[in-house]
């Protein structure tokens, strides 16, 4: 067969990753899609000093390789919203096939790029843009699509990871971790998509659009992110046995689509307590095959690369064939616009940390009104004031209730006089 | 598109689970395969009681299926070799897709088939064949291919996994265990297959075909089961900070590739040493992803159904294109035969347990045996007899060496007049 013909769009981290894995193991892909795959043209505004690209046409203009007729696949890694849309939109106009590792802009514009793809009768490939190198997107679409979907739950930002792993092991505070994650590279110099919850939700839309078939719909995501725990809580969790991760949680159930980001307690001996640092992992659950995991790097040159070939690999396996072999982009043929509960619907247990200041007679206010709202305790810690500190702390884990519930019950006890503040409060999933 | 006629022969376990998944999420999977998927004929010898099939046509003869041509997919889930080779080769005549759960037809006879299902223009999925519900086979045909593959490990045996963590967790012996597995289901009457990994090695035999592009060769496949396994290696090694899994590694260097299935020390902390019970995990190892790991039920009628019924998906999918859109059998294109190495060739680390009549004189003598040939040793436990023995253990953990090397210090220490009986060797892989 004739080879099939790629512009590489962006050279930074993963571009240059992608150009590194199509290069280094040409002879290995050869064999594996059944003709060769070439890299045609590379648009940079700049050359990466790790790879050599001289032999390669270089351009610095993203659009002349999207148009350009020798090219069969485009690959979008230059990131970002308008300029990213505007080049897979093109591309697509010009009939290319297009990969891409831009999860902002499937889960935002998806729904109007597929629509063009598909009237074109071309695919845009999104492996990458999910749990890195971790093939969950292909899981999805393919490799779990006898199950009805119940739930699915992941580490699947690698950043809060790193952050809630240092804190727990070291004891150090968040502020603290955060800088050394910056200085290591983990972190953006702004690090509000990483820590509040925002690339995470990104990713959660789609893994949620293809494991129901329902439209993407980020702005419905609720988004909680890691920057108000404390070293405390950190604490707490392991004396109750529970381990702090910034999860993005999807269940679909009689009452509607949960679809939220936040930081969660999970049992400590659960698979998923245990992936730390920088690592991804995603657990699916579906009706006929049960709990499933899966785990590896998010993030970084090779592994986001590997994400990346391995869709111009399928490409390069399907693209001669009639458009109908390939999968729909959301993994469904038919896609169902499915209730996406608000937060105050959504049904969990929870951990709440009350200060105050006279710790007795608290204990048994705090627990009739939670008694008064159906909500029962599971576990209590009490500590006195620590030497020099006038207020004591009562930890509770419930039962599940209905986060509306829970509200009601925080506000009442805030309302108490021996209380101080506001109540901590972490959702607590048993995975 | 018109519907997918299925035809499913053998309605155990599997079977009815595949009639199970079929029926109760037809219309998830209409929605999935963009078309029907309907049970058109069903072989047995006797019906399924878990499963009302009184609404199908059902026969006790898998030939009359084979050769139905209403039919499309053939599902080949009665096990065993000789009927089952002729049954699928029949269907394959007939122009039929088939999907199998197979894993000993596979390893044995898999080049036999591939090639006549690659003459007569259909597939040959086996999805089901390796660790259940995981889509691992997926994983490496295609989720991982643009990886040259460096190594995989898996325990791909629930069952073996199973007695090994009810040995660990309880301090029950293997015979004891065993017994209780037979009790539950988890174990045949002949457990063979099972323990002594015959099972694994079918596994893995398929596994490092897709994983590398070489011939499958069960005939080559080092196998050692975990019936030897005794508490007291169990105890050790958890005083070592390790645990015993009865894994199937692959490797490929530059020396050759490594196929095996034996008891194996891993460190504690890694994740693979926790997939504890029933559970598979298989670790795969790319030179641009790194370290993945998938997770998940490995038998049962729901999760292998689960991966039955997801190849009839990718079928239905794609069977009308271009037969050129389908993913090669072996993942590869073309299958390079490289040398499996011999046992006695691979390199790994050792945990030695020795026993010994007088314990100071034989550690001195054991180390200098191992140093004549550069072994160098990472860890050692003495223990004196206890009260009414009389012999004293010595527990050595040594760097990686090559087998042939440790093999002849084997004999060298056994040949000490002061050792008792024959040393116990376990391979340790800090995966």
């Known amino acids: 067969m004739k080879p099939v013909k790629v512009g590489i769009c962006g050279l930074g981290t993963v571009g240059g990753g992608t150009f590194g894995v199509l290069t280094t193991n040409a002879q290995n892909i050869t064999r594996r899609a059944g003709r060769d795959i070439i890299v045609e043209q590379i648009a ?8 050599d690209t001289s032999a390669y046409k270089l351009t610095d203009d993203v659009f002349a390789v999207a148009q350009n007729p020798e090219i069969d696949i485009i690959v979008e890694l230059i990131g970002g919203y308008d300029v990213a849309k505007k080049l897979v939109l093109t591309a697509i106009e010009n009939g290319k096939h297009v990969v891409t590792a831009n999860k902002a802009l499937i889960a935002e514009h998806g729904a109007e790029i597929f629509a063009a793809a598909e009237a074109k009768g071309v695919s845009v490939m999104y492996e990458a843009a999910i749990a890195g190198g ?3 997107v292909k899981a999805l679409r393919e490799g779990l699509a006898a199950n009805r979907i119940n739930w699915l739950a992941g580490i699947i930002n690698g950043t809060g990871n790193f952050i809630l792993t240092e804190m727990r092991d070291k004891g150090r505070d968040f502020a603290d971790v955060l800088q050394e994650a910056q200085q290591l590279g983990y972190a953006e110099a702004d ?4 820590v509040e919850g925002i690339d995470a939700a990104h990713k959660l839309t789609i893994l949620a659009s293809i494991a129901y078939g329902i439209p993407l719909q980020f702005s419905r995501c609720y988004t909680e992110g890691i920057s108000t725990i404390t070293t405390e809580d950190v604490q707490y969790a392991e004396e109750l046995g529970y381990r702090i991760k910034h999860l993005g949680i999807s269940c679909q ?6 679809l939220r980001v936040h930081p969660t307690m999970v049992p400590a001996s659960r698979p998923i307590a245990n992936v730390d640092g920088v690592l991804n992992a995603v657990m699916v659950n579906g009706n006929a095959v049960g709990d499933t995991m899966y785990v590896g790097a998010g993030a970084g040159a090779g592994p986001t690369a590997s994400a990346v070939v391995a869709d111009i690999i399928d490409l390069a396996r399907s693209m001669d064939a009639d458009n109908s072999a390939r999968v729909n982009h959301l993994a469904f043929n038919t896609i169902e616009d499915e209730q996406v509960l608000p937060i105050e619907d959504i049904e969990t247990a929870y951990y709440l940390r009350i200060q105050a200041l006279d710790k007795a007679g608290v204990l048994a206010s705090v627990a009739s009104l939670l008694s008064e709202r159906g909500i029962s305790i599971e576990a209590i810690i009490q500590r006195e004031p620590a030497p020099g500190e006038e207020l004591a702390q009562i930890i509770l884990l419930t039962h599940r209730v209905q986060e509306k519930v829970m509200n009601d019950a925080m506000t009442a006890i805030e309302g108490l006089n021996s209380v101080v503040g506001q109540l901590t409060r972490i959702r607590v999933e048993h995975l």
Chains 1, 2 share one sequence.
Request: glycine content about 4%; aromatic content about 10%; charged content about 30%.
């Open 44 to 51: 940079t505004r700049q050359p990466n000093p790790d790879y």
């Open 134 to 136: 971790i093939p969950i």
């Open 191 to 194: 690090p509000t998509f990483d």
């Open 253 to 258: 159930s009689e009452r509607g689509i949960d």
